[in-house]
């Protein structure tokens, strides 16, 4: 009876993780494409000059 918990449980944590790695695949794929639309879309200064979006 162990092994056959130990199996779903290890069939369960991987499934979790195999999950999670998808999800954050999507978010960092969302991050990246609000990042290349801050270099598109970045506003002028009164004077001409392009601003920077992100303050690093």
């Given at each position: 009876?162990?092994?056959?918990?130990?199996?779903?449980?290890?069939?369960?944590?991987?499934?979790?993780?195999?999950f999670?790695?998808?999800?954050?695949?999507?978010?960092?794929?969302?991050?990246?494409?609000?990042?290349?639309?801050?270099?598109?879309?970045?506003?002028?200064?009164?004077?001409?000059?392009?601003?920077?979006?992100?303050r690093?």
């Open positions: 009876m162990v092994p056959v918990l130990l199996v779903l449980l290890l069939a369960l944590i991987l499934f979790g993780a195999g999670a790695i998808k999800v954050l695949w999507w978010v960092a794929i969302a991050v990246l494409v609000i990042w290349l639309l801050g270099f598109l879309v970045r506003s002028t200064t009164p004077s001409g000059h392009r601003s920077r979006w992100y690093w």
